[in-house]
Nanobody, 123 residues
Framework: QVQLVESGGGLVQVGGSLRLSCAASGGTFRDYVVAWFRQAPGKDREFVSGLALNGITYYADSVKDRFAISRDTAKNTVYLQMNNLKPADTAVYFC?????????????????WGQGTQVTVSS
């Protein structure tokens, strides 16, 4: 079974960039829809970006044109490039995978989750 490990979080100033990584072990991402979610203190977990089985990418409106999801098959890793970061992007970011999934934005569909990585954007 695929296990996910995120990395790349940290503290960044407004307008800065970070790249999050989600590495898979115990399997490959080949048959998984992979998505990024985030959860800020006191708020529900929300969808950020997803990568469908056919390679199509999709984004929440709040991050569109600033974030980009991609996959490196050779490294079995999915990335989230985050540019022009804002204080509202501060959250714990989670990588999630759904085996042969449909590419939904609903977190309940995903049964593989990483431990999360903290992103803090300071003003």
């Amino acid at each position: 079974q695929v296990q996910l490990v995120e990395s790349g979080g940290g503290l960044v100033q407004v307008g800065g960039s970070l790249r999050l990584s989600c590495a898979a072990s115990g399997g490959t991402f080949r048959d998984y829809v992979v998505a990024w979610f985030r959860q800020a203190p006191g708020k529900d977990r929300e969808f950020v970006s997803g990568l469908a089985l056919n390679g199509i990418t999709y984004y929440a409106d709040s991050v569109k044109d600033r974030f980009a999801i991609s996959r490196d098959t050779a490294k079995n890793t999915v990335y989230l490039q985050m540019n022009n970061l804002k204080p509202a992007d501060t959250a714990v970011y989670f990588c999630a995978a759904d085996y042969l999934g449909s590419g939904t934005r609903h977190s309940r569909a995903y049964d593989r989750w990483g431990q999360g990585t903290q992103v803090t954007v300071s003003s």
